[in-house]
């Protein structure tokens, strides 16, 4: 046809592999880079075509022909695991109370309004490839390109300096980017590859979807006993490393509370569907939701406020650091009273109490959470210093919009003693450092933050050295600055930065955290007002007091709690990846997979900030990238409930989001 310069199946694309296999997997299932023997999901690519523009691409698609024959049943593929601590048995034989619920958190999709794509460029003359994709890892698109191409990894130079956002779900290296550089090595030219909105819909990362049968024991005056049930969700059609997430699931449903005993069962299998990945929240949502909604639902069995209840079982402040008693799991400091009262008297917890007593249909929810910021993998970084002055950072994390560039230099400044204007930081190069990790878990600010701290320390203490010896002087007695070092005290005497720095100085340090999170924590309180008729839900007020450790630059901690906070409220009351009993995905495209947008977005979320410092990390960093999204379904959920149960409604609201079909329904049975 016009245009076309190739068409491939599976099999013809000259790969050493033709399927991803993610390390670090338990019993993965192989992602074929075209499908050959079956389709496990529609949007599954099983040909690729390469024409001169999209146009002529597009006529070309609608002349292939795919024959699919209806397979046998394939039976799921399951992965079930257990986490816990204490007694629960026991916990549950002597509890005064018991409460148990059926709860459940839709399907969610990455929902990045930029779709993703990639950029194919293979040097034959250099047998090199220049790859550009909208990824979160750099060093991850590299390895699995270049494993699957027959490469080594030097061969491969991974960049990605603008992913578009990404929330996690464009971390992962999919099949149409080891596509599109094997199409570039066969045609020996560029080749671009970009997901249409629907395509985008259909393949790209979803995660939640999870179904929680959840049973709550406590004494009759409220303190907490034990926590024990069951968790189903849907891993996608591939075992990947979004599969894992059940561990985040469990860890996350102690909270920020006194829990003596949990007992869980989690059940990962797979569905249609693409593969499941971390996004924003990284399954950390879910076991707050768990945990946030069963005390709402103890509260009312026993006629207490939820504040009142969540007051009586936080851990408190002079018991840090903590052991929770989940495996590994030590709390590293954080006034969890101290949020719960900022907030919920920001909120004005006592005048919704009085606006429900004049017959308003208004409801004040709570949720805390307690975050592990941080995956606990080394992090690597270079600092150079040049003879004009300029420091050169050097971090392989790939930015999304979280601002790294501004704070890692703010981070390098600092320790340098330098100038911030004389700072520039480059990252999203594979070429940078050996290896980085994947730009998610709220971690960038811990584990690179600590990393350039290391790597720009470094560098001042080996200037220092070189000015003593030059100088014949001793290292205290010495001042830095941009144009050189000078004794203190003694005028004229001093070095340029050019002579001690010759062509530049370099230093490369790694933080390892040695698996230690820091663990951030907040207090969100949701206020809304219901109509009972419409089973609309109006949000009025959200107050977020967080403790997100040492601020490195506020006003960017500000941005990351109120872009998690829209994309929580998404969880909460929108978002929900639909599919057919066929398989067929029916929210694709944002015409049925519904967003925040500005008017949902009328009510701000008001941020109080707290702070005290991470005694897992040198600089005393948490993580806040996830902390305004994870507690804002289950806030939600708890302040609609609460509307209800004013208005004489005893009705449990167990699932998100609450739309107003799904509120419609509960309130006419």
């Known amino acids: 046809m016009p245009g076309v310069v190739g068409a491939w199946t599976a099999g013809e694309l000259g790969l050493k592999v033709g399927a991803i296999v993610e390390r670090g997997v338990e019993t993965p299932i192989e992602r074929p880079i075209l ?38 049943l394939v039976e799921a593929h399951v992965i079930e695991s257990s986490h816990g601590f204490g007694d629960a048995d026991s916990a549950f034989r002597g509890a005064a109370v018991t409460v148990r619920e059926e709860l459940g958190m839709a399907r969610i999709e990455g929902a990045a309004i930029e779709p993703r794509a990639c950029l194919a460029d293979w040097h034959d ?12 890892w750099v060093h991850g698109l590299r390895d699995t390109v270049a494993g699957c191409l027959g490469l080594e990894p030097d061969q491969v130079v991974a960049l990605s300096e603008d992913v578009g956002g990404s929330f996690g779900a464009k971390n992962q290296t999919y099949p149409e980017y080891v596509v599109a550089a094997a199409v570039s090595r066969l045609l020996k030219r560029p080749v671009r590859w970009v997901a249409g909105r629907v395509e985008d819909g259909l393949t790209t990362a979803q995660a939640h979807g999870a179904r929680l049968d959840l049973e709550l024991a406590a004494d009759a005056d409220g303190r907490l006993r034990g926590v024990r049930g069951r968790i189903d969700w849907p891993i996608g059609a591939y075992v990947t490393r979004g599969a894992m997430m059940s561990h985040g699931y469990a860890s996350h449903m102690v909270s920020a509370y006194r829990l003596p005993a949990m007992d869980l069962a989690i059940t990962a299998r797979t569905a249609p569907g693409p593969a499941a990945s971390f996004i924003r929240g990284g399954g950390r949502p879910v076991g707050n939701f768990g945990i946030e909604r069963m005390l709402d639902r103890l509260a009312r069995k026993l006629g207490l406020d939820p504040v009142e209840l969540r007051r009586r079982n936080l851990i408190p402040a002079e018991a840090m650091p903590h052991e929770t008693g989940f495996p590994g799991q030590v709390y590293d400091g954080g006034d969890y009273r101290r949020l719960l009262d900022l907030a919920t008297e920001r909120a004005g917890h006592r005048e919704v109490r009085a606006r429900q007593k004049h017959g308003e249909t208004v409801g004040v929810g709570v949720a805390m959470c307690v975050e592990s910021t941080g995956i606990g993998m080394p992090e690597p970084s270079r600092v150079l210093l040049h003879p004009d002055g300029t420091a050169e950072v050097i971090a392989g994390s790939t930015p999304q919009g979280q601002g790294h560039l501004t704070f890692l230099a703010q981070v390098a400044a600092d320790r340098l003693g330098w100038p911030l204007d004389k700072v520039v930081v480059r990252a999203g190069d594979s070429r940078g450092v050996p290896f980085s990790a994947v730009t998610a878990g709220s971690r960038t600010a811990v584990e690179v933050g600590n990393s350039v701290a290391l790597s720009a320390a470094a560098a001042r203490r080996q200037l220092l050295e070189r000015a003593a010896n030059l100088l014949e002087a001793a290292p205290e007695d010495l001042e830095v600055t941009q144009d050189g070092v000078a004794v203190r005290g003694a005028p004229g005497r001093g070095a340029s930065l050019a002579d001690l720095v010759g062509e530049g100085l370099a230093t490369f340090e790694t933080w390892d955290s040695h698996g230690a999170p820091a663990w951030a924590s907040s207090c969100h309180v949701a206020v809304v007002a219901v109509d009972l008729e419409t089973a609309g839900v109006e949000m009025e007020r959200y107050v977020i007091a967080h403790d997100s450790g040492r601020a490195i630059n506020p006003l960017l901690l500000e941005g990351q709690l109120q872009g998690g906070y829209a994309h929580g409220l998404g969880y909460g009351l929108f978002e929900e990846a639909l599919y057919s009993e066929e ?42 990238g996830e902390a305004g999204t994870i507690a804002v379904p289950a806030a939600i959920a708890n302040a609609v409930e609460d509307a209800l149960y004013a208005a004489g409604r005893e009705i449990c609201v167990g699932e998100v989001p609450v739309t107003p079909l799904r509120l419609w329904r509960l309130l006419n049975g």
């Open 35 to 72: 499908a050959s023997d079956a389709v496990r999901f529609e949007g599954e690519a099983v040909a690729v075509i390469a024409a001169e523009s999209d146009y002529e691409a597009a006529d070309a698609v609608e002349a292939v022909t795919v024959e699919l024959t209806e397979p046998d």
């Open 125 to 136: 003359s250099e047998q090199r490839l220049d790859m550009r994709a909208s990824v979160g």
């Open 583 to 624: 398989g067929a995905l029916r929210s694709a495209s944002f015409l049925d997979y519904t967003i925040p947008s500005p008017p949902e977005l009328a009510v701000e979320p008001e941020l109080i900030h707290t702070e005290t410092a991470s005694s897992h990390n040198p600089e005393g960093f948490r993580g806040v």
